[in-house]
T-cell receptor
Framework: GAGVSQSPSNKVTEKGKDVELRCDPI?????LYWYRQSLGQGLEFLIY????????KSGLPSDRFSAERTGGSVSTLTIQRTQQEDSAVYLC????????????FGQGTRLTVV | GENVEQHPSTLSVQEGDSAVIKCTYS??????FPWYKQELGKGPQLIID?????GEKKDQRIAVTLNKTAKHFSLHITETQPEDSAVYFC????????????FGRGTSLIVHP
């Protein structure tokens, strides 16, 4: 398939451990977004990558959260020293990046911190 | 930043009825107005969108109307079916700089057979 792929689909981790979530965007899409969705809630913006520009990190909730995008393609969201309040579904999306247009979402990674 | 509100938060209808969800936004510069549908266990998926130079757009049973003066746009679903049951999000975008969609809190639509 040519859609956005996220891995793992589910992750259970112990409080205090670090986790890495991966996103493979649609080939050729220059824009990539990470959102967080808590149970029954809307989508909370985390970080945005556009081509070679500096990422917009304005949505990251604390310095325990970071993300990188290598070679303009795959992105990794890292959460250090996880807390129970980090439990949520983490969604990645990509778009062609040519102005305001549709965002294509992956199926998400459900993170549970115990 | 953009403030986005959706109403209602929950909508329960009988199969065959119509459903309307309203999205109010704050940034008058916004010019792209999409609606996404999220089914259980999946990521949101675009179902219809409209740009600021158009007042209404229709695609089979769904339509979107835009009132730029009042800064709101609405999703209309006619002849609802059980498979329309999902959470619906609006996510307006303003031009320039980062084209980051700001999502509303979502509307849970339940269609009873």
């Amino acid at each position: 398939g040519a859609g956005v792929s996220q891995s793992p689909s589910n992750k259970v981790t112990e409080k205090g451990k670090d986790v890495e979530l991966r996103c493979d965007p649609i080939s050729g899409h220059t824009a990539l977004y990470w959102y967080r969705q808590s149970l029954g809630q809307g989508l909370e913006f985390l970080i945005y990558f556009q081509g070679n520009s500096a990422p917009d990190k304005s949505g990251l909730p604390s310095d325990r959260f970071s993300a990188e995008r290598t070679g303009g393609s795959v992105s990794t969201l890292t959460i250090q020293r996880t807390q129970q309040e980090d439990s949520a579904v983490y969604l990645c999306a990509s778009s062609p990046g040519q102005g305001a247009t549709e965002a294509f979402f992956g199926q998400g990674t459900r993170l549970t911190v115990v | 930043g953009e403030n986005v509100e959706q109403h209602p938060s929950t909508l329960s209808v009988q199969e065959g009825d119509s459903a309307v969800i309203k999205c109010t936004y704050s940034d008058s510069a916004s010019n792209y107005f999409p609606w996404y549908k999220q089914e259980l266990g999946k990521g949101p998926q675009l179902i219809i969108d409209i740009r600021s130079n158009v007042g209404e757009k229709k695609d089979q049973r769904i339509a979107v109307t835009l009132n730029k003066t009042a800064k709101h746009f609405s999703l209309h679903i006619t002849e609802t079916q059980p498979e329309d049951s999902a959470v619906y999000f609006c996510a307006p975008i303003r031009p320039g700089g980062s084209y980051i969609p700001t999502f509303g809190r979502g509307t849970s639509l339940i269609v009873h057979p």
